[in-house]
């Protein structure tokens, strides 16, 4: 092994980075757009839903009512109607995700000490957010609930308090539970994706494409250093983009950092050799540029996207594709940032995620090393 | 590192049987290169000459130690290239036939990166790269990206980049085609410079008539060797004469010479017609005599020399009528 | 000569690119049923003219008529009136050899019983009957060129542009696919053929050579080699070699001498008188010399002298 052939090739390699200017984009541009995106862009909250409110009565126990929803940071009581038929219209042309209607005899009956029933209609187009709010509203209304039976039992010379029951939760490593502490680690596992599907697997079938190649195999430079000089480049990338992520993520975003900067070093590192392995062998058995970013989009980046757990949680996703996703790589990775930023989980309770990973690492960097040959055919 | 095994007999190259088919798509399968054998000598330019498809490029690849062969031997610089090929890369300098260096780069960094993949080390490496570029007259263009070239230079740089570790032996692959006459001039004085070094160089070339500066020539036709002797020989040993007549009317010499006693060959050029004969001094007259008689109007009728085309020609006309019919 | 119809004729055609002027003031007429070429290297502006002619691209300033229609102001006239064959991107290789032609009888909108006779016409040229269903990617070189000819003159154009028409394809079937070309051009056909390969030049009935968008010389193919050569070749054998070429560098009334293969070809003013002259200096020098001949110079030589001295020279050395 030939050190300065090796950094021959890292060295070219660099040049071709810095002087592509799509390449050079990637680099820096992307960690943080994407960083951005899904810092701000996805929002799995949901805050100040659009409701419309019919309100057959008027009166001031309806009003009362009205005024639990309002204060509630979930609902945006946005207009009061007067028919059936602007309810309607307002849900099909999304105005509005739910409305409340309240029935002409609500005062009427609950001054008579009997049930009343208030109507909730339901945008449910997105089943989730549906299931919310029907669990929100149902919510606000037990509460109002309450406090009206509590009324009618002091009423009858009964001291009660509030319901026996009641729970009180504490929410731990994502305190005020926004999505987006829950999104941003993950997306670190998007970019090392990104720089593994885009860029590395462009490398060799560059050379092919552009006829290079051939020139450079009759030279004594060994597949060994040419593999490690391509990637050694792509790997100082990744760290660093590791880095700039880090520093918005928990700079710019405020999501916790509890773990320790040598662990997310060292995953990211390992997770890197996994993405620049099959990055290489992807470029090794495309024989043009096309094809291999179409390949590493298909096994590299899509999969990191959906079934990483980065978004969507693996346990909710059918029995099927949990299995599936215990063969990507990225699912340990994204499972180990989460850990690191917001559990502070000890280096040494990471292994079952680290461990996989190595193993991952091993085994695709030895079929990326016996994948290619200095040889035309 | 071993001795060079051949340095006694002074060969460079030696060829032995060499054979390389390749899998057809919807169609048998092609021998690209059909038993060949042949050897370049220390300080020879040696040519292999032949249409597109004869197996040029392939015997070049496998001798560069980039394309294995199905069979045969070869021992390029003193290595056996087919069980060794990385050792004998050092020794040797290949030119592919596309442009093989890096567009983006400039004419200097493509040179200090081939000069580092063959250990060339810095401080030899600056005076041998200015020699060179000079030598190309490239010497003001060192910062120039290598794709803002001219076809010219990027031949003459695909060049000084296979020259930079003082190969013993260069394999080029058609490295003058498209460029303009004067840089294949300065291509080929480079060429004779680095043969009277001692250099061995095999070109290979699509245009027959290159093959006349060579030292030798070799000629290709589907993966075979047809011939291969000085171009002065081959013509001396043609046996036939050639003739040439110019005349304002190229289309009525043709109706009438075409098929004329004694001619086996006969093209029709712009301004007249070169035809192969068995005997210049008794068709001259006779043809002389046959225009006149119908007026056709000519210059003159000369006897010149035989061009490798002609000899290629000669030697193949048959055979490709036959191969073709398949 | 008398005057024939003219086919194509350019006058003072400029092209420029910014501020790089790729065409500069072509003057030219070429006759009808003459095999004309246009011989440069690349990047001399032979494309560059060539898409004027055809109606790609709009001159800069000056006039040239195709075929009798002005190639600024009626493009689309020109278009219908040649035919244009370029070696590498005539062909899908994908299609069979049938599709190829109908695909071109469609686009040169010729149809029905005409593109039947035609098609059938194209086939028997090539000689491909009985290879209609073979995809034509699979066909050798010489092949592929006749069909692309073919395909390029099913609706009969007057003039046809050729562009690199036979690179890269064997003598033999080089030498047939110019038996068509000359035989379309008895019939009246026009050929403008585009060629940076000298040797391709001799079968032209009349050459121009261009050089950095000029025309530097224009004439048949042995009137070129006759007038543009400063002065005579001489072919001279003499071992060592290398010493005599060290030699000859400073002889007298030498004008140029470079190596050739096994033996050095000397510019001198005139043959005759220096072969002796040469044979005597060498012998003085201590070599003896074996074969000196007068040689003829090739059309290669005559550019390499054109280009070199003189005015055209300047502008190489950029």
């Not at chain 1, 390699?13 to 995106?37: F, K, N, Q, W």
């Not at chain 2, 004085?189 to 500066?213: K, Q």
């Not at chain 3, 009137?223 to 002065?231: D, H, I, Y």
């Amino acid at each position: 092994m030939s050190l300065t052939r090796l950094i021959a090739i890292a060295r070219k390699e660099v040049l071709h980075i810095v002087r592509d200017a799509r390449s050079l984009g990637i680099v820096i541009v992307m960690p943080v757009t994407l960083m951005l995106l899904f810092g701000y862009g996805v929002n799995l909250d949901l805050k100040g839903m659009p409701v419309y409110v019919y309100d057959q009565e008027g009166s001031q126990q309806s009003q009362d009512l009205l005024k639990h929803f309002q204060s509630s940071q979930y609902f945006h009581v946005a207009r009061v109607v007067d028919s059936y038929s602007a309810v309607s219209r307002a849900l099909d042309d999304g105005s509005a995700r739910m409305a409340i209607v309240i029935p002409w005899n609500f005062s009427l009956q609950l001054g008579a000490g009997r049930p009343v029933t208030v109507q909730a209609l339901v945008d449910a187009t997105d089943d989730n957010t549906a299931n919310v709010l029907i669990g929100y509203a149902q919510a606000v209304v037990q509460g109002y609930s309450s406090q009206i039976q509590l009324d009618w039992l002091r009423q009858r010379g009964i001291a009660a308090e509030t319901s026996p029951v009641s729970v009180q939760t504490r929410t731990w490593y994502n305190e005020n539970l926004e999505s987006s502490v829950f999104i941003i680690p993950g997306v670190l596992a998007l970019v090392m994706s990104v720089i593994g599907a885009f860029l590395t697997s462009l490398t060799i079938a560059r050379e092919w494409e552009r006829g290079t190649m051939e020139q450079l195999i009759s030279t004594p430079v060994t597949a060994m250093e040419i593999m490690l000089g391509k990637l050694a480049p792509y790997f100082v990338i990744g760290m660093f983009d590791v880095a700039v992520c880090a520093f918005i993520a928990i700079a710019w975003f405020k999501v916790p950092f509890r773990g320790s900067f040598a662990a997310l070093t060292f995953s990211s590192a390992l997770f890197l050799v996994v993405v620049l392995a099959l990055g290489f062998y992807i470029s090794v058995i495309a024989k043009n540029q096309f094809t291999a970013s179409q390949i590493a989009l298909l096994v590299n980046f899509l999969p990191a996207f959906l079934l990483s757990g980065f978004l969507f949680a693996i346990e909710q996703m059918p029995v099927a594709l949990q299995w599936i996703t215990r063969i990507l790589p990225a699912r340990y990775y994204v499972s180990v940032l989460k850990k690191i930023f917001l559990k502070g989980t000890p280096t040494a309770m990471l292994s079952a995620d680290l461990v996989p990973l190595a193993v991952f690492a091993a085994l695709l960097a030895i079929v990326a090393t016996r994948s290619f040959h200095k040889r035309l055919e | 590192m071993t001795e060079p095994l051949q340095i006694e007999m002074g060969l460079a190259i030696a060829a032995e049987g060499l054979r390389k088919s390749f899998p057809g798509v919807r169609a048998p399968d092609i021998r690209a290169v059909d038993g060949l054998s042949f050897n370049v000598r220390a300080g020879e330019i040696f040519g292999l000459v032949g249409p597109d498809g004869a197996g040029k490029t392939t015997t070049l690849r496998m001798l560069a130690g980039i394309m294995p062969p199905e069979a045969g031997s070869a021992v390029v610089a003193g290595r056996d290239v087919l069980r060794d090929p990385e050792r004998a890369k050092h020794w040797l300098g290949y030119m592919p036939q596309r442009f093989g260096l890096y567009e983006d780069l400039t004419v200097d960094e493509n040179i200090r990166f081939y000069a580092d993949l063959f250990g060339v080390r810095g401080k030899e490496r600056a005076p041998r790269s200015t020699q060179l570029l000079a030598a190309a007259g490239m010497s003001e263009f060192r910062a120039r990206r290598a794709g803002n070239l001219s076809g010219g230079m990027k031949q003459k740089l695909g060049l000084v980049c296979a020259l930079i570790h003082r190969p013993t032996v260069i394999l080029l692959d058609e490295p003058t085609t498209g460029v303009d006459p004067v840089s294949r001039r300065d291509f080929w004085r480079i060429l004779y410079e680095l043969a009277a070094e001692g250099v061995a160089i095999l070109t290979s070339t699509a245009y027959l008539d290159e093959a006349e500066r060579c030292h030798r020539v070799a000629l290709m036709n589907r993966g075979r060797l047809l011939f291969c002797d000085t171009p002065a020989n081959l013509k001396s040993q043609f046996g036939k004469d050639v003739l040439s007549v110019t005349s304002p009317e190229p289309q009525r010499l043709r109706s009438h010479l075409e098929r004329a006693g004694g001619v086996s060959s006969f093209v029709l050029t712009g301004d007249g017609v070169h035809l192969v004969v068995d005997q210049a001094a008794r068709r001259i007259p006779e043809f002389e005599a046959r225009l006149e008689i119908d007026h056709v109007p000519f210059d003159n009728i000369q006897q010149v020399e035989p061009t490798i085309e002609d000899l290629f020609i000669d030697a193949v006309a048959g055979e490709e009528e036959l191969n073709a019919r398949d | 000569m008398h005057a024939t119809e003219t086919s194509v004729v350019m006058e003072n055609l400029v092209k420029r690119f910014g501020s790089f002027v790729a065409v500069d003031r072509l003057n030219l007429s070429v006759r009808k049923g003459e095999v004309f070429g246009f011989l440069g290297p690349n990047g001399a502006g032979k494309s560059t003219t060539i898409r004027m002619l055809c109606g790609l691209l709009r001159p800069t300033s000056g006039r040239a008529s195709v075929a009798g229609y002005d190639v600024a102001r009626d493009p689309e006239a020109v278009r219908q009136n040649i035919g244009y064959m370029s070696q590498k991107f005539s062909l899908y290789n994908d299609l069979k050899v049938i599709e190829n032609l109908r695909l071109f009888a469609g686009l040169y909108s010729v149809t029905g019983k005409l593109a039947g006779e035609r098609i059938a016409w194209a086939l028997e040229m090539a000689d491909l009957n009985g290879r209609e269903q073979r995809i034509t990617g699979t066909l050798p070189g010489g092949w592929k060129q006749r069909l692309a000819l073919g395909c390029a003159v099913l609706h009969r154009p007057p003039i046809i542009f050729l562009d690199e028409p036979t690179s890269g394809v064997d003598p033999i079937s080089r030498r047939r696919f110019w038996d068509l070309i000359h035989q379309m051009a008895e019939q009246g056909v026009t050929v403008f053929v585009t060629t940076h390969y000298m040797e391709e030049a001799e079968y032209c009935n009349r050459l121009a050579l261009i050089f950095r968008g000029r025309i530097v010389a224009l004439g048949t193919p042995s009137e070129l080699k006759r007038n543009s050569m400063k002065g005579e070749l001489l072919l001279v054998e003499c071992e060592p070699l290398g010493r005599a070429l060290e030699a000859l560098q400073s002889a007298p009334g030498v004008m140029d001498v470079a190596v050739f293969g096994n033996a050095l070809h000397l510019s001198v003013e005139d043959a005759a008188s220096s072969a002796p002259r040469i044979d005597a200096f060498l012998r003085q020098c201590g070599l003896t010399p074996g074969k000196i001949e007068k040689i003829r110079p090739t059309l290669e030589d005559a550019f390499v002298s054109l280009t070199t001295t003189g005015p055209a020279a300047e502008a190489r050395t950029q």
